[in-house]
């Protein structure tokens, strides 16, 4: 919190609060001597701490629309309806981003309030994409003539003119090539354009994760998050008036000896995930260990504000999509994903899916909004604890809040 600006704030308040008029009141008699004067102070509620959350989809909410995985009518798992990427009234401010209505800027905690810059899709750097398509601002300062900016002159911009307590960032996963490497791997399974086989035996896509291609994206990510913390500094923040969290990424998928579907063809078109088992241990035990390992590592080098890093690796273990323990929607026999414990005995990722609207390609293999959920209840701890520096996970406790969403603990 910027204590000097709260400060002359409060003291600009209370001076207009405090009142003093020599003529007496209206409607009353000049000569009542009974009358005494007083004075009343007025003292403001405390404005509201901001957390921003910038980077990719995984903090965006990407996916979060949905409760549960169906391929039968999509109404009982709509958790948020057909607005539920619109930032802003009827439209979203940056197309494609879906900056959900349920992310991890949207957060339960008291005086609180949540401001959702990131994007699905993002980058490290801001990218135009080939032609035609959309604009994906990274972690950087990027302007130009169409109105685009990047997210860390979006952070300068807002934080300027609000009190941000914490930066909450997630990014790394898309300068791996993640979209990309899920493709490949779903398509090796079901033989499409190629004979069937593991991505992960496939030269081009490990290479991807290679020691080289993980030094890249470090000094990336590196100079991303220090774009962020110079943002902070040009809209007039000391290191000590904020923190910045950075989040690794949850497992989506089970590994091999806990996936639930042993024969392809159910894993396929009943649990929408199609994925052999060498790809399944190897996503876990080499991809996403590589990426978390390549982000944690560039948010230790930086200085300046205190850094916390947040490991949700283990955020949706349980519930993982085709996991053990937990099924479809359709095969729970709820009549809704607002029946009571829902979110006890449902998956929180999204399905592959290969289908046509409602549900959009993009939101495959990203947590729904109970995996979201989840993951806000992380971030919430961090911020009521009032975590300092250093790593700390985050994973289910197996039960759910009074609420009905899932309950989770932090572990250093």
Same mark, same amino acid.
């Given at each position: %919190? #910027? ?17 003093? *008029? ?5 409607? =009353? ?8 004067? !007083?004075?009343?102070? =007025? ?20 996916? +979060?629309?949905?409760?549960? *995985?169906?391929?039968?009518?999509? /109404? ?6 057909? =607005? ?14 879906? #900056? /959900? ?25 801001? +990218? ?26 979006a952070l300068q911009g807002f934080a300027r003119t609000h009190d941000v307590s914490h930066v909450v960032v997630s990014i790394g996963g898309n300068d791996f090539g993640f979209g990309p490497v899920v493709a490949r791997c779903a398509l090796g399974f079901l033989g499409l354009f190629s004979p069937r086989q593991p991505c992960s035996a496939d030269p081009d896509v490990t290479a991807r994760f290679s020691v080289k291609q993980a030094r890249t994206v470090g000094e990336h990510a590196r100079a991303a998050f220090d774009r962020v913390t ?22 989506? &998928?089970?590994? !091999? ?34 990426? *978390? @390992? ?26 993982? &999509?085709?996991?053990?323990? $937990? ?28 289908? $046509? ?14 995996? %979201? ?10 911020? !009521?604890? #009032?975590? !300092? ?7 289910? @406790?197996?039960? &759910? ?6 309950? %989770?603990? &932090?572990?250093?």
């Amino acid at each position: %919190m #910027r204590v000097g600006a709260l400060a002359v704030g409060l003291t600009l308040a209370l001076l207009a609060g405090c009142t003093h *008029n020599d003529e007496p009141p209206e409607g =009353t008699g000049a000569s009542d001597t009974s009358a005494t004067s !007083s004075t009343t102070v =007025t003292v403001p509620p405390e404005p509201p701490q901001w957390v921003v959350t910038v980077g990719d989809s995984y903090i965006s909410g990407e996916g +979060s629309r949905w409760a549960g *995985n169906t391929m039968r009518r999509a /109404a009982p798992t709509d958790a948020l309806g057909p =607005t539920a990427y619109e930032d802003r009234p009827g439209a979203e401010s940056q197309p494609g981003c879906h #900056r /959900a209505q349920e992310s991890i800027a949207t957060l339960q905690l008291p005086n609180v309030r949540g401001k959702n810059l990131a994007c699905s899709g993002a980058t490290t750097r801001s +990218s135009a994409g080939p032609a035609g398509l959309r604009f994906k601002p990274g972690l950087d300062f990027h302007r130009d003539a169409d109105g685009n900016r990047g997210q860390a002159l979006a952070l300068q911009g807002f934080a300027r003119t609000h009190d941000v307590s914490h930066v909450v960032v997630s990014i790394g996963g898309n300068d791996f090539g993640f979209g990309p490497v899920v493709a490949r791997c779903a398509l090796g399974f079901l033989g499409l354009f190629s004979p069937r086989q593991p991505c992960s035996a496939d030269p081009d896509v490990t290479a991807r994760f290679s020691v080289k291609q993980a030094r890249t994206v470090g000094e990336h990510a590196r100079a991303a998050f220090d774009r962020v913390t110079k943002a902070m500094t040009r809209a007039g923040y000391a290191d000590a008036d904020y923190q910045l969290v950075v989040l690794s990424y949850p497992s989506p &998928l089970p590994s !091999s000896n806990q996936v639930r579907y042993q024969r392809d063809q159910p894993r396929y078109d009943v649990g929408g995930c199609p994925f052999f088992d060498a790809d399944l241990d190897w996503a876990n035990d080499v991809a996403l260990a590589t990426i *978390n @390992t390549t982000v944690g590592k560039a948010a230790t080098a930086v200085t300046g504000p205190d850094v916390v890093r947040l490991d949700l690796s283990r955020a949706l273990e349980g519930h993982r &999509l085709c996991e053990r323990g $937990v099924d479809t929607f359709a095969a729970t026999g709820l009549a809704s994903w607002q029946s009571n414990g829902a979110a006890s005995i449902l998956e929180w990722v999204n399905r592959i899916y290969f289908t $046509v609207a409602p549900w959009q390609l993009q939101e495959s293999l990203h947590p729904n909004y109970w995996g %979201m959920r989840a993951e806000q209840r992380c971030v919430e701890l961090v911020i !009521s604890q #009032r975590l !300092s520096s250093g790593r700390v996970g985050c994973r289910p @406790t197996g039960g &759910l809040t009074s609420a009905g969403t899932p309950a %989770m603990r &932090l572990a250093r």
